[in-house]
C-alpha cells in the first residue's frame, strides 16, 4: 500500500453527543473537552497510519470558529497532512450538526504532531 492509500484508509471519524456534563457556564462544549477529543482522533489517526507507537508532542493552532451548544451532534474528523521521517501531523476538524434538522457547520479545527517512539520512548523512524 503507497503512502496516499494508507492517509485514506487511517482517516478517523469519531461522533459525539454534547452532553450537559461535557459543557461550560455558556451552555457550549467546554474548550479543553474539545481539544481531549481532538487529541485522541489525531492520536488513533496516527496510530492507525503507522501502526507504531505514538505520542503527542505539540499542538498546534486551534481554532474555535463556532460554539457548540449542548443538545448537538458532534463529529470530530481527523486525517494525516504531513509525514516526516519520525514525526507525522494530524489535522482535526469538529463540525457540528443539530440533532433534529439538516444544519451543519465546522466549528473547531487544529492540528497535532506526532512523533513515532521505541520501547525507550526514543524517536523511530515511521515505515
Do not use: C, W
Not at 501502526?51 to 451548544?69: A, E, G, H, L
Not at 434538522?101 to 465546522?106: P, Q, Y
Amino acid at each position: 500500500m503507497n503512502q496516499a492509500e494508507r492517509i485514506e484508509k487511517s482517516t478517523t471519524t469519531i461522533f459525539k453527543a454534547v452532553f450537559p456534563n461535557t459543557t461550560n457556564h455558556y451552555d457550549t462544549l467546554f474548550g479543553g473537552k474539545a481539544m481531549q477529543l481532538m487529541d485522541e482522533t489525531a492520536f488513533i489517526a496516527a496510530t492507525r497510519f503507522s501502526r507504531q507507537q505514538m505520542v503527542t508532542v505539540s499542538s498546534d493552532k486551534i481554532d474555535f470558529n463556532k460554539p457548540i451548544p449542548a443538545g448537538t451532534i458532534i463529529e470530530l474528523s481527523g486525517y494525516i497532512t504531513h509525514v516526516g521521517r519520525t514525526s507525522l501531523k494530524v489535522r482535526v476538524d469538529i463540525f457540528v450538526e443539530e440533532m433534529y434538522s439538516d444544519f451543519r457547520e465546522k466549528a473547531v479545527s487544529g492540528e497535532f504532531s506526532f512523533v513515532a517512539i521505541d520501547e525507550n520512548k526514543k524517536p523511530v523512524k515511521i515505515h
